[in-house]
């Protein structure tokens, strides 16, 4: 894989090549993999903001290698990789109580693909997201990650994979990862 540092805004979407969300400060490709980040002056953010940023980016290179990597959803890929890069914090917790007492929380099935979100609810998917891998690690054991990758590199994609592993059916999965949330 490669890693690039852009200048500035203007190199950053060049390179890109394609869309970016207009939250976006980093973004990874495939074929090849690569990782195309703003420098942390361009961002405005801390050194360790952008390591943090960078580990969160090198999940992604990672997942993109799975086989069936397709069939990931967004909240699995996004909570992974704030998970590992250590990036919940007390801000994301209130932004998930706050959306709670507003009725306002993504569901499980909104939440598949990034897409249709926009920089107004970005935190908060980024949020939930994280919560709901935190949820299957409750419900499921914390090597249940490790469990998918190793069923969707023997062919079966990402529902298949944990519906084989857990014994229950998706409804099921689904609702105990909401469950965390209500």
């Given at each position: 894989y490669s890693i690039y540092i852009t200048k500035d805004l203007q190199d950053f979407y060049k390179k890109a090549r394609g869309p970016v969300p207009e939250w976006g400060i980093a973004?990874?490709?495939?074929?090849?993999?690569?990782?195309?980040?703003?420098?942390p002056r361009t961002a405005r953010i801390s050194f360790n903001k952008f390591?943090?940023?960078?580990?969160?980016?090198?999940?992604?290179?990672?997942?993109?290698?799975?086989?069936?990597?397709?069939?990931?959803?967004?909240?699995?890929?996004?909570?992974?990789a704030m998970s590992e890069a250590g990036e919940f914090s007390i801000n994301h917790q209130i932004l998930i109580s706050a959306a709670k007492w507003k009725r306002q929380l993504f569901s499980v099935d909104e939440l598949n693909n990034f897409n249709q979100i926009n920089k107004n609810s970005s935190q908060l998917a980024y949020a939930e997201s994280y919560a709901m891998f935190n949820a299957l690690q409750f419900y499921y054991g914390n090597n249940i990650y490790k469990d998918i990758i190793q069923q969707m590199n023997q062919g079966n994609k990402f529902w298949e994979s944990l519906v084989l592993i857990t014994g229950d059916d998706k409804n099921k999965i689904k609702d105990n990862i909401e469950k965390i949330l209500m």
């Amino acid at each position: 894989y490669s890693i690039y540092i852009t200048k500035d805004l203007q190199d950053f979407y060049k390179k890109a090549r394609g869309p970016v969300p207009e939250w976006g400060i980093a973004i990874t490709k495939k074929n090849p993999n690569m990782i195309i980040m703003q420098s942390p002056r361009t961002a405005r953010i801390s050194f360790n903001k952008f390591i943090q940023i960078l580990i969160h980016e090198l999940n992604h290179i990672y997942l993109n290698n799975v086989l069936n990597t397709y069939s990931f959803p967004s909240w699995f890929k996004e909570g992974m990789a704030m998970s590992e890069a250590g990036e919940f914090s007390i801000n994301h917790q209130i932004l998930i109580s706050a959306a709670k007492w507003k009725r306002q929380l993504f569901s499980v099935d909104e939440l598949n693909n990034f897409n249709q979100i926009n920089k107004n609810s970005s935190q908060l998917a980024y949020a939930e997201s994280y919560a709901m891998f935190n949820a299957l690690q409750f419900y499921y054991g914390n090597n249940i990650y490790k469990d998918i990758i190793q069923q969707m590199n023997q062919g079966n994609k990402f529902w298949e994979s944990l519906v084989l592993i857990t014994g229950d059916d998706k409804n099921k999965i689904k609702d105990n990862i909401e469950k965390i949330l209500m």
